[in-house]
């Protein structure tokens, strides 16, 4: 592992405007590097190096464009996180053509409304999606579908290793450089989080995508082997984790599944993760457990206090216990940088004193995503770090607002709420905050109204008030976050629900709150774990609301 | 089976007190990743894959030990 670095001058990297260009700097300056590794479900590592890499990229291009795919055509991929995601991704995007990212933890129709609005006719699918969006082609909604990794059985999909065979073919014959592409050209549509289809279709142009990259890569250094298991269908995800280790020169992990993400940081062991509050939530709690377990709780808190007051005061934290802890908790893990959701102060010290460097970011869809970042140099716990040095960030009445060349287009198909979101350029984040002496940002609530968990998922509490007022026993209804657990920003979704007086005549309170918790049950079937509604309350009384009869969120 | 889920759980997350009505989210407020743990925990001990689509369904005790039974592991 390299050396932690504290001058800025010691990791510059290069900056390009456009996928193509990155696509050609990364395998000239890194090729026979790994670049980029996963595991099978047998624990077999898979790598592929940066010229492998980008040779795939080239051979699934040239297929697609020998197939017909024209510039500027919506391309969607619906599938887990996987090397073939990332190969598709950048073959799409380096011919001009736009990639949509598509939450496949949605629910199968959202899913299939999500292709249909974005106006993708080629899709990308795992064998899971291939009979949820088998649908779209008999409709007629698609053209044409690919599948990635497996064997379909279904001649209705084309499976995605012919067309790397026949670009492979033509490229041995008579090789072609990518694609010229003009820095507006669009590069990526990622959906916003939501629960229903209202998410709205992010329009991020090349020039945006890879001036986020290059603008962090002044603030964040990778050590050489980076752990990825954030979904690719986010900006968070895609941009930070895979393209900036990319940018770097750096070897990137991947995984594709919650389910194995534990196992395959042990495996990976890397050195740098890139992750949201969750998971680092749960390995401190898998830590603590097994410390428990081994009955040396007590100690292990009392050295930390120790190790606490020789930070404060500016003395070595150097202690065996703590390095062993490190060790068999962690690995050879030595910076995580987390964002997506507010990651408590606590447990950034705790992680400090085990030697772990915790640098938060603060970033949004809209602005392909990072805002403001700490540095490796440069640290302040409970800040979101320094904002990007392109972008101009203005506090108004306390919303972060932020202009420049990495802020989104405007909405696909949605210049109402395009013309509402930006403003001479500049758009509102909907977050409070504010900035100290130093300039670090600070967030401190929310002005729009979703409710934010600490995987980095928003959830819009009035798409889930849709569905539970469809429930005939609900007159009115409003769901909230609520406290849950040791942290301020433990949430867990609670619903408030006036019944309807006369639907519920003779009937005794827990028989009402029996009959509405099935309905949620039914309701909670469809929709992925942290959607969920996990508690119920049953009102007395009608909510207050304003003049316009909109139920008042904070006086209720 | 419920002692193997009970101990799984305890492993994975610390919580005891498991009944077959206990539901993993609403009773333990377990989040994803710990859901996710736990049913990774299941698929080593049976040799078997769960689709993660389909944990979404796996709510309580029972909706497990009933998924389980489907795929054939009766035993723990």
């Known amino acids: ?556 | 089976m419920l002692q193997l889920i009970q101990d799984i759980v305890y492993n994975v997350t610390g919580k005891q007190g498991i009944t077959y009505e206990t539901d993993f989210v609403q009773d333990l407020a377990l989040n994803s990743f710990d859901v996710m743990n736990i049913i990774s925990a299941f698929e080593d001990h049976f040799d078997t894959t769960i689709p993660t689509r389909e944990v979404w369904h796996l709510h309580q005790v029972k909706d497990v030990i009933d998924y389980l039974a489907h795929k054939g592991f009766t035993q723990p």
């Open chain 1, 1 to 556: 592992m390299k050396t932690r670095p504290y001058n800025k001058a010691d990791y510059t990297v290069p900056f390009y405007d456009t996928f193509p260009e990155f696509l050609a700097g990364i395998a000239k300056t890194y090729g026979p590097r790994p670049a980029l590794s996963w595991f099978t479900r047998r624990q077999e590592e898979k790598t592929l190096t940066y010229l492998e890499l980008t040779q795939k990229v080239a051979h699934l291009r040239r297929g697609l464009l020998h197939q017909g795919l024209e510039a500027g055509s919506h391309v969607a991929i619906v599938s887990e996180n996987s090397a073939d995601w990332i190969i598709s991704f950048l073959a799409v995007v380096s011919c001009g053509c736009v990639a949509v990212c598509v939450d496949t933890e949605q629910a199968d129709s959202i899913i299939r409304e999500m292709v249909c609005r974005s106006d993708a006719h080629l899709l990308f699918l795992s064998p899971t999606f291939l009979p949820i969006c088998l649908p779209l082609l008999d409709s007629g909604s698609v053209e044409r579908v690919i599948l990635m990794g497996g064997q379909s059985g279904d001649e209705r999909a084309d499976a995605i290793d012919s067309l790397y065979k026949l670009g492979r073919s033509l490229e041995a014959d008579d090789p072609q450089p990518p694609c010229p592409v003009a820095l507006d050209q669009t590069a990526e549509i990622v959906f916003t989080s939501g629960t229903t289809s209202q998410s709205k279709m992010v329009m991020l142009s090349q020039k945006a995508v890879m001036q986020n990259l290059c603008d962090s890569s002044l603030y964040v250094y990778f050590y050489d082997r980076v752990f990825c298991s954030l979904p690719f269908y986010h900006a968070y995800g895609l941009n930070c984790a895979v393209l900036n280790t990319f940018l770097r020169g750096a070897h990137l992990y991947i995984n594709g599944d919650l389910k194995t993400a534990m196992r395959d940081l042990h495996l990976a062991k890397p050195d740098t993760m890139l992750t949201v509050p969750l998971m680092v939530e749960a390995i401190n709690n898998q830590m603590w457990l097994n410390v428990e377990k081994a009955g040396k709780a007590d100690s292990l808190r009392t050295l930390m206090k120790v190790a606490a007051l020789c930070r404060k005061l500016h003395l070595p934290v150097k202690f065996k216990t703590l390095e062993q802890l490190r060790e068999k908790a962690l690995g050879t893990l030595h910076l995580i940088i987390c964002g997506g959701a507010h990651l408590s102060r606590e447990l950034s010290e705790e992680f400090d004193l085990l030697g772990v460097q915790m640098l938060q970011g603060y970033g949004i869809t809209e602005c392909a995503p990072l805002i403001s970042v700490n540095c490796n140099y440069a640290n302040k716990m409970g800040s979101v770090g320094l904002p990007l040095k392109t972008l101009e960030v203005q506090l108004d009445d306390g919303e972060v607002c932020v202009r420049g060349p990495s802020v989104m287009q405007g909405y696909y198909k949605d210049p109402l709420q395009t013309a509402q979101a930006l403003e001479d350029g500049w758009f509102r984040t909907g977050d409070l905050g504010y900035t100290d002496k130093d300039g670090f940002l600070y967030l401190t609530g929310r002005k729009k109204n979703l409710i934010v968990f600490k995987n980095g998922k928003k959830v819009s509490p009035e798409k889930l008030e849709e569905l539970l007022s469809a429930i005939p026993m609900v007159k009115e209804v409003m769901v909230s976050g609520t406290a849950n657990g040791a942290f301020a920003d433990d949430v867990k979704l609670t619903a408030s629900i006036y019944p309807d007086p006369q639907r519920c005549e003779g009937l005794s309170s827990y028989e009402i709150l029996e009959h509405l918790q099935q309905e949620v049950d039914k309701i909670n079937r469809d929709l992925p774990t942290y959607q969920q509604i996990q508690l119920v309350n049953i009102r007395e009384k009608e909510f207050n609301k304003t003049g316009t009869k909109k139920i008042k969120r904070h006086a209720n």
